[in-house]
Nanobody
Framework: QVRLVESGGGSVQAGESLRLSCAVS????????MGWLRQAPGKEREAVAS???????TYAEFVKGRFTISRDNAKKILHLQMDSLQPEDTAMYYC?????????????????????????GGQGTQVTVSS
């Protein structure tokens, strides 16, 4: 059974940065796709970014140029570097990985797959940005 533990959230001012981390505990660690979701109170979940085992990344339009996703396969850690944070980035952030059989198209660049098929289960980490 996979265990995901997110960390690195906090309260910052607009324009500042945070770096989120997600430690993945899974026997065999054969995770192809990983990513981040976020959910603000009263809003739907949003897929933020995804990354394949080869490091190829995909970003939602609303974070392009500001956020950078990365992964360390040896250490089983996923990161999200968030720069130029804005109040609208305030949300709970969750780490997500693909299911054991992979996403339907065996690709990591379909952000909607993070929401529809991704495995989460971590507690999430809260990011609060004030203006």
């Amino acid at each position: 059974q996979v265990r995901l533990v997110e960390s690195g959230g906090g309260s910052v001012q607009a324009g500042e940065s945070l770096r989120l981390s997600c430690a993945v505990s899974e026997v065999g660690f054969n995770v192809m796709c990983m990513g981040w979701l976020r959910q603000a109170p009263g809003k739907e979940r949003e897929a933020v970014a995804s990354i394949g085992r080869d490091g190829a990344a995909t970003y939602a339009e609303f974070v392009k140029g500001r956020f950078t996703i990365s992964r360390d396969n040896a250490k089983k850690i996923l990161h999200l570097q968030m720069d130029s944070l804005q109040p609208e980035d305030t949300a709970m952030y969750y780490c997500v990985i693909d299911p054991p059989a992979g996403f339907p198209l065996n690709r990591c660049d379909v952000l909607g797959d993070l929401i529809n098929y991704g495995r989460s289960g971590g507690q999430g980490t809260q990011v609060t940005v004030s203006s």
